[in-house]
């Protein structure tokens, strides 16, 4: 698996149909992740990328509550945070 050193680690998540995620990566299935605590991010500023949110993280923007469990279909990006 190319992501198991990412595995019980923060990790920001890209999804073409459901957007750009944070959370604690659990697993990975193809293009299919689960994450914990994780929360949307449905705008930020500070960073002009997902590898800027990964690197940085938001100075701002909306960012939805945590919860617990949320699996995620179509994932092109996983970024260590």
Do not use: F, N
């Not at 994450?35 to 990964?54: F, K, M, P, V």
């Amino acid at each position: 698996m190319l992501y198991q050193d990412l595995i019980d680690k923060p990790v920001v998540v890209r999804s073409s149909p459901s957007g750009v995620w944070q959370g604690t990566l659990v697993t990975v299935e193809g293009s299919t992740v689960r994450l914990h605590d994780a929360r949307r991010a449905w705008s930020w500023e500070g960073a002009a990328s997902c590898s800027g949110l990964a690197v940085r993280g938001p100075a701002g923007g909306r960012i939805a509550e945590a919860v617990t469990t949320v699996i995620i279909y179509e994932v092109c990006e996983i970024l260590a945070a």
